[in-house]
């Protein structure tokens, strides 16, 4: 299914002629009332395929990652990330191709 909803992601693997393509750290401070949802996107160059994608959170504020497009076998992947109302989130995303 497209979107695979959860506080870490794990999807692929990668073996030894696979690359780290990016390593984002995407970091949102708290603000009371407020619910952040955020879509974060790489592209690889052309003729890149994703082999795996891993999505780890930083500290226990139980947002939610959702990969909503692209991922693995495309040149892109779009991660929604989703913190409860008031809450601050911190996320790691590592992209193997």
Do not use: K, W
Not at 40 to 52: C, E, K, P, S
């Amino acid at each position: 299914d497209l979107a695979t909803t959860r506080n870490n992601l794990s999807l692929g693997s990668f073996g030894s002629n696979d690359r780290l393509m990016s390593r984002i750290t995407h970091n949102v401070a708290a603000d009371s009332l407020l619910i952040h949802d955020q879509e974060i996107t790489f592209r690889g160059v052309r003729g890149t395929n994703i082999t795996a994608i891993r999505v780890s959170q930083v500290g226990s504020n139980s947002p939610t990652a959702t990969r909503i497009a692209g991922g693995l076998g495309s040149e892109f992947v779009t991660i929604r990330i989703r913190s409860d109302r008031g809450r601050a989130f911190s996320y790691t995303i590592l992209v193997y191709a």
